[in-house]
């Protein structure tokens, strides 16, 4: 039987004032929130059970990631994550579906696969961080109105909309998303994407 083919969409908010929270130059910071978005989009394309990715972002990099192979939703204006989610999952349409965030850069294909299987099974679905209080992938089956709740406290917020969690490794890239400098230390050791990979040595070495 032929795998279910998933629409990905992934909200990425551009490098102007991104990743605030990492202690870094502005620069740096910038460079880096585009990599991470690079690599995890690199990872989602390719995944096997990933029919199209597409990128919801600004006109600056939206270049980037069709480079790459994505669909790219322009924003016209920044209106926040949650509506940036809600006109990629417009643009998408109907059929399984699946809001991943931008900033897990040791993702690996294969967990994605794995995620969007267990996630299969159910008619919403999430998949919390490794700390355990926020989301990095929210899910909905066929037919299913997919209304994701990220933000502060979104692990709970899920849970109580109806969302299925998925327990998947703490350890794997898809839960390690990146906000401080103590998280991109962890994914250091788990092994990162080549565009995190290129910014990781070009911080290193300015």
Avoid: N
């Amino acid at each position: 039987m032929e795998p279910v083919s998933w629409s990905v969409v992934v909200p990425v908010k551009g490098p102007r004032g991104a990743k605030t929270r990492l202690a870094l130059g502005e620069r740096t910071r910038a460079e880096l929130a585009v990599a991470f978005a690079l690599d995890t989009v690199a990872a989602a394309l390719a995944a096997r059970h990933v029919g199209r990715v597409l990128v919801i972002t600004g006109a600056d990099i939206g270049e980037a990631f069709r480079a790459l192979g994505a669909e790219v939703l322009i924003e016209q204006e920044r209106r926040g994550l949650t509506a940036a989610i809600a006109d990629g999952l417009a643009h998408v349409g109907d059929g399984p579906r699946a809001v991943l965030l931008g900033d897990v850069p040791a993702l690996r294909a294969a967990e994605l696969d794995a995620a969007l299987t267990a996630a299969g099974a159910h008619p919403l679905a999430f998949v919390p961080d490794a700390d355990g209080v926020g989301t990095v992938l929210a899910t909905a089956a066929s037919g299913v109105p997919h209304d994701p709740r990220f933000g502060p406290g979104s692990r709970e917020a899920h849970r109580a909309a109806g969302y299925v969690e998925l327990e998947l490794p703490v350890d794997w890239g898809l839960r390690r998303d990146v906000d401080t400098t103590g998280d991109l230390d962890r994914v250091l050791t788990l092994g990162i994407g080549p565009h995190t990979r290129r910014a990781v040595e070009h911080r290193a070495t300015a």
